[in-house]
């Protein structure tokens, strides 16, 4: 089978209507394919951002992390606010210490989705890296926006300070003696 036949065989039996779940889609396109095809048809699929691209980089996730976590970083490029979304929640989930600060860092401060922006504030805490502060600092300070629940944006920057500031004073300080230790 060459790669547009084992196209076809995937978006055969992954799409909306599919009576099946998604791991049962897996299963089924896995019996069918062997697994350096399926590789290569998923990180095709991750190209195109819709029902086959979300499905594709989800299953990725389970099969070659590499190939997803890149895909996910692509995606941090993409025009679709709702691809940019779903990169950051697969880094969040997965990757969160391999994000790319600096894109991040962008994202956080330049992205017009409020929710893209939110997103992009979750990792910059949890990566804890100091060079988001600056532009934390101006999110809590400047950025007017909330997420999806209505929570401002400035409330999530600043617990994203408080998680860096709290990294760096640990990292900064040597772990005390135990007390049964002196």
Same mark, same amino acid.
């Given at each position: 089978?060459?790669?547009?036949?084992?196209?076809?065989?995937?978006?055969?039996?992954?799409?909306?209507?599919?009576?099946?779940?998604?791991?049962?889609?897996?299963?089924?396109?896995?019996?069918?394919?062997?697994?350096?095809?399926?590789?290569?048809?998923?990180?095709?699929?991750?190209?195109?951002?819709?029902?086959?691209?979300?499905?594709?980089?989800?299953?990725?996730?389970?099969?070659?992390?590499?190939?997803?976590?890149?895909?996910?970083?692509?995606?941090? %490029?993409? !025009? #679709?606010? =709702?691809? @940019?979304?779903?990169?950051?929640? /697969? *880094?969040?989930?997965?990757?969160?210490?391999? +994000?790319?600060?600096?894109?991040?860092?962008?994202?956080?401060? %330049?992205? !017009? #989705?409020? =929710?893209? @922006?939110?997103?992009?504030?979750? /990792? *910059?805490?949890?990566?804890?890296?100091?060079? +988001?502060?600056?532009?934390?600092?101006?999110?809590?300070?400047?950025?007017?926006?909330?997420?999806?629940?209505?929570?401002?944006?400035?409330?999530?920057?600043?617990?994203?300070?408080?998680?860096?500031?709290?990294?760096?004073?640990?990292?900064?300080?040597?772990?005390?003696?135990?007390?049964?230790?002196?």
């Amino acid at each position: 089978m060459d790669e547009l036949d084992a196209e076809r065989t995937v978006r055969s039996i992954v799409h909306r209507e599919s009576p099946y779940t998604s791991e049962m889609q897996l299963a089924l396109v896995s019996r069918r394919l062997d697994k350096a095809m399926l590789l290569r048809v998923l990180e095709k699929l991750t190209g195109d951002f819709g029902y086959e691209g979300i499905w594709a980089i989800h299953a990725l996730v389970g099969l070659d992390e590499q190939r997803a976590q890149q895909a996910a970083i692509r995606w941090l %490029n993409h !025009p #679709d606010h =709702n691809a @940019r979304s779903i990169g950051l929640d /697969i *880094l969040l989930r997965h990757w969160v210490k391999d +994000a790319p600060v600096d894109k991040v860092i962008d994202l956080a401060r %330049n992205d !017009p #989705d409020e =929710n893209v @922006r939110y997103r992009s504030i979750l /990792i *910059l805490g949890e990566i804890g890296d100091e060079r +988001a502060l600056e532009v934390l600092e101006w999110i809590k300070d400047n950025d007017e926006g909330e997420n999806w629940e209505g929570e401002p944006l400035k409330y999530t920057a600043e617990c994203a300070i408080c998680q860096i500031q709290q990294r760096l004073s640990s990292a900064a300080s040597p772990t005390p003696p135990p007390l049964w230790a002196g």
